[in-house]
């Protein structure tokens, strides 16, 4: 309920008094309302009175508490600032204590000093061989304990330096043996399997018959994505299958970097794709050729054997060989003068002469060809080369191999040819000639046995 305030209550009392004169004057029998409005007054006041006594014992009490607060939180200030002195004098002396211990390490390490750089160093180059070696591979767990020996700040102890002593030690042991364990082994289109692999020191790694490369940032083996040639490759799979025994192994002493620039040396095949049509025929000239070569070679052994035998045996004639078919005609003929005799022979030696040198002018014309066709390769490769560069300038050396490979390998392969041709030309010639040389000097002895014959009776006659 709304308090009034009590001297407007009996302002407006007196005047409310004033007209219950004026009015209650006549009606003396009804109860008095101001007794009652007085009562209440009264009564409000005393309650509002108890009320403001409530409130100003609960303010004085409030008062008290922040008075006891505050003393308290002066004590625990003055507490705190006593303790802060201590510990600035308790840190000062600590710094102190510090630098005089700092001298005193000093004073004592001496050349520990000196002993530390090195061992920090020697553990860093160890920390990078153990990083790239294929030996880390198989036994992973030296990383983490050459990282820790590396990142080091203190003077190491004598257990820590024969831990470094003893993987450096490792590592020379490990680099001369060859030894085999199963890796992770991923293929060139990603693909991971397991394998036994072969570990030759800390150059080579192989399985089966196939190189790898070791990626020492991913801790894997990959294999290349193409291999060496076949050679290399059976040493691969002979020492993957050996069991402690010697074998032949083509080693990469540059741990792996040769290996690569051998795997993108250009086959045999890829070579001889690179000249191209002018390549293809100069190896069909060369085939053609050599083929001719075998054959006429073989001819020439056969009829070379049949007059060797012939020669044993000259009293009987076997018409398979030149100089037995001679014979046939010298014994058909010989009662015949001398000149019909000779010019009989003749005709048959002329004609084995010619199946000597059958199939020679076209090897020799062949190895001819071979040089020119190479040449024109050249050319033509050449002309390809100058169009690249017109096109595309000079700025792209890969625009320009195409055809400078066409110039270089067609070239090759002309004189592939030429040689091995023309070397059979002039083999198989001379063979030609000795035959040649023996059917004649027999031909000629036999019309000289002949002419001794016929001269014999004419000499008895002039006797």
Do not use: C
Request: glycine share 8%; net charge negative.
């Amino acid at each position: 309920m709304k308090m009034l305030n009590p001297f407007v209550r009996l302002k407006s009392l007196a005047h409310l008094s004033l007209a219950g004169v004026l009015i209650a004057a006549p009606v003396a029998a009804q109860e008095d309302p101001l007794a009652d409005l007085l009562n209440t007054v009264k009564s409000d006041l005393k309650a509002e009175s108890a009320h403001n006594q409530q409130r100003e014992a609960e303010f004085i009490s409030s008062y008290q508490q922040q008075v006891e607060l505050q003393k308290a939180a002066d004590t625990q200030l003055a507490n705190l600032v006593t303790k802060r002195e201590q510990l600035k004098n308790q840190f000062d002396l600590n710094e102190q204590e510090l630098t005089e211990l700092n001298t005193l390490l000093k004073n004592r390490v001496g050349d520990l000093g000196e002993l530390f750089g090195v061992f920090r160093q020697m553990a860093g180059d160890v920390q990078s061989g153990l990083y790239d070696s294929l030996v880390s591979l198989e036994m992973p767990e030296r990383q983490q304990a050459i990282q820790t020996l590396a990142s080091r700040t203190e003077v190491p102890r004598i257990e820590e330096m024969t831990q470094l002593w003893t993987l450096m030690l490792d590592e020379i042991a490990a680099s001369g043996k060859v030894s085999r364990f199963t890796a992770d082994v991923v293929k060139p289109n990603g693909e991971h399997y397991q394998s036994e692999v072969t570990r030759v020191g800390t150059f080579n790694v192989v399985t089966d018959d196939l190189f790898l490369n070791y990626l020492p940032e991913n801790n894997e083996l990959v294999e290349f994505a193409r291999q060496p040639e076949g050679y290399h490759r059976d040493t691969a799979a002979g020492l993957s299958a050996s069991q402690n025994e010697r074998v032949a192994f083509s080693i990469d002493p540059s741990r792996g970097v040769l290996l690569g620039l051998l795997v993108q040396s250009p086959t045999l095949m890829e070579r001889i794709e690179q000249g191209k049509e002018v390549g293809y025929v100069i190896l069909g000239l060369l085939l053609v050729g050599m083929l001719l070569v075998l054959s006429r070679f073989y001819a020439l052994k056969r009829l070379g054997s049949g007059m060797k035998k012939q020669m044993a045996d000259l009293d009987q004639f076997n018409n398979d060989n030149p100089l037995g078919r001679a014979l046939g005609v010298y014994y058909e003929s010989r009662h015949l003068e001398v000149d019909v005799l000779s010019k009989k022979l003749d005709e048959v030696i002329l004609k084995d002469i010619n199946e000597f040198k059958k199939g020679l002018p076209v090897l020799k014309v062949l190895a001819a060809i071979a040089p020119l066709m190479g040449l024109l390769g050249t050319v033509t490769g050449m002309i390809g080369t100058f169009q690249a560069i017109t096109l595309f300038g000079t700025g792209d050396p890969k625009l320009m191999a195409g055809g400078i490979s066409q110039a270089l390998v067609t070239t090759v392969l002309g004189l592939v040819a030429a040689i091995p041709l023309l070397l059979s030309h002039s083999f198989l010639s001379s063979k030609a000639q000795g035959l040649t040389k023996i059917l004649a000097e027999q031909a000629a002895g036999m019309i000289s046995s002949q002419a001794e014959k016929m001269a014999a009776p004419r000499e008895k006659q002039h006797a």
